[in-house]
C-alpha cells in the first residue's frame, strides 16, 4: 500500500514493479491485492498499462482499514475482538477478570492504527517524515 501511495495520481502500478521494489514474491502481492481490493481500498486495470491503484486519497485511507481489510478484526485475543462475531466466542468474558486488559489493548493498538493514514507513511519525495512515537505513551492508563 505504501508504494501504491508513492504512485497515487500516476496511474496504475503493476504487481511486478512493486514485488521487485519491495522485495516480495508476485503470488504473495496478488492474494493481498485481492482482499484489498475487495475492501474497496484498491481499483485494478486490465491491459499492457494496468495494475492497481488506491481508490481514493492516501490522506483518506487510515492504517486500521489496511489492517482490517487484510487480517480480520483487530483484537489481542478473540474476547476482546471489536467483532461483536467473534466476541462471542468466550462466554466468560463478562466475568473475566483480564478481559478488561484486553480490551484496552485493543483500543490502544487500534486508535494508533485509525489514528494514522497511508500518506503519513508517504512523505513527499525529499521531506522528512514525521511520525511520533509518543502518541502511545500511556495509552493503557486507565482513564
Do not use: K
Not at 507513511?121 to 525529499?126: E, I, Q, S, T
Amino acid at each position: 500500500m505504501v508504494q501504491l501511495g508513492r504512485h497515487f495520481g500516476q496511474g496504475p502500478a503493476s504487481l511486478s514493479e512493486i514485488a521487485a521494489e519491495e522485495d516480495l514474491p508476485r503470488a504473495y502481492l496478488e492474494q493481498l491485492v485481492m482482499s484489498l481490493r475487495d475492501a474497496g481500498l484498491v481499483v485494478s486495470t486490465r491491459g499492457a498499462h494496468g495494475g492497481y491503484e488506491l481508490a481514493r486519497d492516501p490522506a483518506e485511507i487510515r492504517m486500521g482499514e489496511i489492517l482490517r481489510a487484510l487480517e480480520g478484526p483487530i483484537a489481542p485475543m478473540m474476547c476482546a475482538s471489536d467483532d461483536p462475531e467473534h466476541a462471542t466466542v468466550c462466554d466468560r468474558s463478562s466475568r473475566c477478570s483480564v478481559n478488561v486488559l484486553w480490551v484496552r489493548v485493543r483500543d490502544a493498538v487500534t486508535g494508533a492504527l485509525d489514528g494514522m493514514t497511508l500518506a503519513d507513511l508517504v512523505p513527499l519525495p525529499g521531506a522528512p517524515t514525521n511520525l511520533s512515537t509518543t502518541s502511545l505513551t500511556g495509552a493503557l492508563t486507565p482513564s
